[in-house]
């Protein structure tokens, strides 16, 4: 059997949903050190241990494996900045960041999800990994939502839990379909002459019901929601976009006009976001093979979703 690649395994390893922490302790001199690990898990509640994965490679390697205990701090998920701060090669990790020393003398950082403060139990060889056993010595439960990782990128897991009910923000979730009839999608006249997607605001605690109702009121005919295609934030208005698939009945259309997968109007769009999801859609169209793109309105992630899904 062949060796596998370790790029190829990487990115295997990737498709595994994980929360993200930091992982503190001090060095010889009293400073504090840490870094951002995805590689955590618990192990046993008596007695109180957890785990995580510590590169060999890493500069924190020598300092880590002589300390006599360190902290993981599971990030909240508006902790986005701090595990990019933890992860990038800074000189001084904790100047942008709040910490207190914990109980049992490692930084705990501020508005976390959760925090364990652990004296060192065990250092087991993983290869080119060593994996660190810490016994919990004492723990904190934020009772704040963590920080998602997967595939390379992060993810939300309250926004992932409103990609499935659309619950909305006080100020309203925009809510668009890629709606389709025969193969042609619908699209509307919005400001200047520009086409835009059927959408709506989903006031809180309104869900796809209520969108499949506007859009099939709208069209005159029957409308079926199907996959989450697009889930982004405009970062300038911070509003929360969310984009289904949607298949239309047969009949008349009452309000629009349906374009040809190979000749929708890309050039004359209300704004680039839209452009992208259109872009996107008439080239998974070839293949029949659609994804759901997560992200902001500049950069993201496309997520399988399956061939001949809708």
């Not at 989903?202 to 506007?214: I, N, R, W």
Request: aromatic letters at 8%.
């Amino acid at each position: 059997m062949s060796k596998p690649d370790p790029r190829a395994l990487r990115d295997a390893f990737g498709a595994f949903l994980t929360g993200v922490t930091v992982v503190t302790t001090h060095d010889a001199d009293g400073a504090p050190i840490g870094f951002t690990a995805n590689s955590f898990a618990s192990v046993s509640l008596e007695p109180p241990l957890l785990l995580v994965c510590l590169a060999r490679t890493s500069r924190n390697f020598g300092p880590l494996t002589q300390a006599p205990g360190f902290a993981v701090n599971i990030l909240s998920q508006g902790q986005k900045e701090v595990s990019n701060t933890f992860a990038r090669p800074v000189e001084d990790r904790f100047a942008t960041v709040d910490w207190t020393v914990g109980p049992n003398g490692s930084p705990i950082l501020s508005d976390v999800a959760a925090w364990f403060d652990c004296t060192m139990h065990q250092i087991v060889d993983g290869g080119d990994h060593v994996v660190l056993l810490g016994r919990i010595e004492a723990f904190c439960n934020g009772q704040l939502n963590g920080l998602g990782y997967a595939r390379g990128g992060y993810f939300v897991p309250e926004l992932a839990q409103k990609a499935v009910s659309v619950a909305s923000s006080e100020t309203g979730t925009i809510a668009g379909t890629v709606a389709t009839q025969a193969g042609q999608v619908l699209l509307l006249r919005g400001p200047a002459g520009r086409f835009a997607l059927p959408s709506c605001v989903l006031a809180s605690g309104e869900g796809p019901d209520q969108l499949q109702t506007f859009v099939g009121e709208l069209a005159g005919v029957t409308a079926s929601l199907g996959f989450i295609y697009s889930l982004y934030e405009d970062r300038k208005t911070g509003k929360q976009h969310l984009v289904y698939r949607c298949e239309l009945g047969p009949g008349d259309i009452r309000t629009g006009q349906l374009f040809p997968v190979d000749a929708l109007p890309l050039d004359n769009l209300v704004d680039a976001p839209t452009a992208d999801v259109l872009s996107r859609y008439a080239s998974e169209s070839v293949l029949g093979n659609f994804g759901m793109y997560v992200g902001d309105e500049q950069s993201g992630k496309v997520v399988s979703v399956g061939k001949g899904s809708s």
